[in-house]
């Protein structure tokens, strides 16, 4: 099966804290990435795609390595409600091969 | 616009018991899919359907079975259901140009004892 690993946490961090997720992937010739998020008990949902130039979406911040093989998930500032698990996710050739990491869980307390 | 329903949410059965779990779309979507997602495993892909009237088997397709019902439905039958199929199911729909971006339906709870 190709791999994609992802440190499962949890990760507990203050409000207004900056974190910062990896994901790292096996298969060289993925051709897709994304962040998916998912609450507790809910369904998955795409957060943000992951591009080679990087890609930011308001306080959230992907970027990918392909040299390297590995993904990153930066949230400044966060809130409360970034509380959730955060789901590595690769792809290639047609859009059924997806994989989903197991997910990296975020805990932010006041 | 509902996106994508799955009935029941929860289910329990007997090993041996069968049952078909249901799911539809409303977002005029061609592919379908079935995961399962289990406690230290992550997500994985049980089958899909890349259009009507297609189904393709995924990584852990044994001891499923499922149909294309129409553009809209793609259900997921257990024929025998077994205690490792304890499990939380959910349905996933993409329009094809973008498949990528999968729109989840809620789960379905589902326990074998």
């Known amino acids: 099966r190709k791999e994609v690993e992802q440190d499962p946490g949890p990760f507990n961090v203050p409000e207004g804290a900056t974190v910062a997720f990896n994901c790292t992937y096996s298969?060289?010739?993925?051709?897709?990435f994304f962040w998916y998020r998912q609450d507790c008990r809910k369904e998955p949902k795409l957060l943000m795609s992951?591009?080679?130039?990087?890609n930011e979406d308001g306080r959230f911040t992907a970027q990918l390595n392909r040299a390297s093989q590995y993904i990153s998930l930066l949230i400044r500032d966060s809130k409360l409600s970034d509380s959730a698990t955060y789901l590595c996710?690769?792809?290639w050739g047609a859009g059924t091969a997806l994989i989903f990491g197991k997910g990296t869980t975020l805990s932010v307390s006041s | 616009n509902a996106g994508v329903t799955q009935t029941p949410k929860f289910q329990v059965l007997k090993t041996g018991q069968s049952m078909t779990l249901q799911c539809a779309q409303d977002?005029?979507?061609?592919?379908m899919y079935w995961y399962r997602q289990d406690p230290g495993m992550g997500l994985r892909l049980i089958y899909y359907?890349?259009?009507?009237?297609?189904?393709d088997k995924g990584e852990v397709p044994n001891g499923y079975n499922v149909s294309r019902l129409n553009k809209r439905e793609f259900s997921l039958r257990l024929e025998s259901a077994a205690p490792s199929q304890t499990s939380v199911y959910f349905c996933?729909?993409?329009?094809?140009?973008?498949?990528?971006?999968?729109?989840f339906g809620p789960g379905t709870r589902l326990t074998v004892t």
């Open positions: 996933a729909s993409s329009d094809s140009e973008l498949a990528y971006e999968q729109y």
């Open positions: 977002m005029n979507h061609n592919s």
């Open positions: 359907s890349a259009s009507e009237g297609t189904t």
């Open positions: 298969n060289s010739a993925s051709q897709s």
């Open positions: 992951v591009y080679s130039s990087g």
């Open positions: 996710v690769v792809a």
